[in-house]
């Protein structure tokens, strides 16, 4: 990556300002950012300094999107010099950005890096009819169709030194050039015919499109017609208690009504305020039946009649 900076003095414009088009659009798209958020606009008003100045940034288009953002300087240069989009020099009428990294250099960027060296000169160098200047740049994420170039807005891919050639040529005589794959490429396609998911079964649903057939069968199911008699036939044949099924267990219940049915003693309030103590909660303690002493208490009695009598 080259050091980023700012062309040299000698070429700078003396003044930038927006022509009356692109200041009514800054406007528009100042007015999208709340109050003292308008700092946020300043990567597309760049985009448009750049645009309306034959696509490089000089010094006074920075200070003049930085004064209409009231933004500092300093930080507006930041944003120019920090991404690689904003050109800080002049560039060709027809910018070429040339991908150099690993799957277009296996695919034969060298080629391609060849070509611009003989037909357009050093990098950053602009032709002597202004309309070439080329620049190794990293991926630009169409490594699928390696190796290619960006030229200005367009990408062109799958080149070959022959057809990079003809397509410098084409552009610098004004005729119509192809955008994308120059092999005839739709998208990432594979070159020539397919070589995997060949399989037909893959698409038949016999395979990974099983859930597919399944859930066609249920939706045709859900449209077919109800059939009513069907339904009816096998009401009659099966009914439905009205209510809930004998066969149910009953609940288990614990009231003292239940458990006086049941002959046990109702439970007492100190045994109800003891249950939360689990100190004091005998959990083993045998049910009595109604009326019947726990063994301890009644032979406490008997001793102290006992006593009485002695
Ligand atoms: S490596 Fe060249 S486009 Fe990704």
Redesign the pocket.
């Known amino acids: 990556m080259a050091v980023r900076r700012l062309a040299s003095e000698a070429i700078q414009p003396a003044s930038f300002a927006f022509d009356a088009e692109n200041l009514a659009w800054a406007k528009t798209v100042i007015a999208r950012y709340p109050e003292g958020r308008q700092a946020s606009a300043v990567i597309p008003l760049l985009w448009r300094a750049q645009e309306q100045h034959d696509y490089w940034l000089p010094k006074a288009a920075i200070e003049y999107v930085a004064e209409m953002l009231g933004m500092a300087y300093i930080r507006v240069l930041e944003v120019a010099t920090f991404y690689t989009m904003f050109n800080l020099e002049p560039v060709g009428r027809f910018f070429v950005q040339l991908?150099?990294?690993?799957?277009?250099?296996l695919r034969g960027?060298d080629d391609i890096i060849k070509v611009c060296h003989d037909r357009i000169g050093d990098q950053r160098h602009v032709t002597a009819d202004g309309n070439f200047s080329w620049l190794e740049v990293e991926?630009?994420?169409?490594?699928c169709?390696?190796?290619?170039v960006q030229i200005n807005n367009d990408y062109y891919e799958d080149l070959t030194a022959e057809n990079f050639t003809k397509l410098l040529d084409d552009l610098a005589a004004g005729r119509p050039v192809k955008k994308g794959s120059q092999i005839g490429r739709t998208a990432s396609e594979p070159v020539g015919e397919l070589t995997t998911l060949t399989d037909a079964s893959l698409y038949d649903g016999s395979v990974v499109g099983a859930w597919r057939k399944r859930f066609e069968e249920e939706a045709a199911k859900a449209e077919a017609p109800v059939d009513t008699q069907a339904i009816a036939a096998q009401a009659a044949a099966e009914p439905k208690p009205a209510k809930p099924s004998s066969a149910r267990p009953e609940q288990a219940s614990d009231t003292p009504a239940h458990r006086v049915a049941a002959g046990k003693a109702p439970v007492s309030k100190a045994k109800k305020a003891g249950a939360a103590d689990k100190n004091k909660t005998d959990a083993t303690a045998p049910e009595l039946p109604l009326g019947e002493e726990p063994k301890k208490t009644a032979r406490k009695k008997a001793e102290k009649a006992d006593e009485s009598k002695g």
């Open positions: 991908c150099g990294t690993t799957p277009c250099r960027a991926c630009l994420g169409a490594c169709n390696a190796p290619m």
